[in-house]
């Protein structure tokens, strides 16, 4: 009897693990094979393979021919005389210096008070005195006497400093009909048992790009700055999958 129990304890245990398993779904099936072993670096790929990549589509202007003029060795609708060695293709490297300082300060003050009273009734009509008391007895006087008092006072404030300097190098993955570049660069670092990632994409202009092909993200347009990271260190500051689902579910 008591082997009995220890097995059906065993496959009770077995199977309410399996349940787990299958609840918080195969991302905590991939962290428990992973226990004990440092995180895998991505893979390096191909950008534009990725299941959500998308090609930017912008306003151009219309495409201007070129032209060559006798005895002349400049061409219209060239961009440089001379050919240097900035990123101006597809698959091309140039590297962004990611230089970003934010600091807010705000703080709101909003004060309300509103305050009504309406009284409103009869108490005389005309031939009222004529008559004798029994009547006048049946006078309503105040018909409706309603007083309302608001009041709301309300206080808000943000402050917030964020400081972010590094550079990530990046690859060109499509030009523009008007010769703009739209780039994306990918980096991971894994110290211990912790991985930084930083990702950069947006459209640059190549006149932005600096002699040394380095542009600063400042000059990026729709830029698109990532930083975070995976591992042991962000996973105990998440909260568990539970509470965040009853955080999204709890009315109050």
């Known amino acids: 009897m008591l082997k009995s129990a220890n097995i059906n304890r065993i496959v009770l245990t077995g199977t309410l693990l399996a349940a787990a398993g299958l609840a918080s779904g195969c ?11 440092r995180p895998k670096l991505t893979a390096i790929d191909n950008p534009t393979t990725q299941p959500g990549y998308k090609p930017v589509q912008m306003p151009m202007p219309k495409p ?3 032209s060559y003029n006798a005895n002349s ?6 961009r440089a005389f001379f050919k240097d060695q900035r990123a101006a293709r597809v698959g091309d ?6 230089n970003f300082t934010d600091k807010a300060n705000i703080a709101n003050e909003t004060q309300r008070s509103r305050t009504n009273k309406e009284d409103s009734g009869i108490t005389d009509f005309i031939g009222s005195k004529v008559i004798k008391n029994p009547a006048t007895a049946v006078l309503p006087g105040r018909i409706l006497t309603a007083d309302s008092t608001a009041s709301s006072d309300g206080k ?6 964020e400081n972010l300097q590094t550079s990530v190098a990046a690859v060109v993955t499509q030009v523009l009909p008007n010769g703009n570049l739209v780039v994306e660069g990918k980096q991971e670092i894994r110290v211990n048992l912790e991985i930084r990632e930083l990702i950069v994409a947006g459209i640059v202009r190549p006149e932005d790009i600096q002699s040394d ?3 600063d993200s400042s000059k990026i347009a729709q830029a698109r700055i990532s930083y975070g990271g995976r591992g042991q260190i962000s996973d105990v500051q998440q909260p568990r999958y539970g509470q965040q689902v009853m955080d999204v579910l709890l009315p109050f």
């Open 213 to 215: 092909n380095t542009i």
């Open 64 to 66: 201007e021919l070129a």
């Open 73 to 78: 060795l400049w061409r219209n609708g060239s």
């Open 27 to 37: 991302s905590s099936i991939d962290r428990l094979s992973q226990i004990g072993e």
């Open 156 to 161: 808000g404030s943000v402050q917030r400093q």
């Open 93 to 98: 490297l140039l590297t962004v210096t990611v």
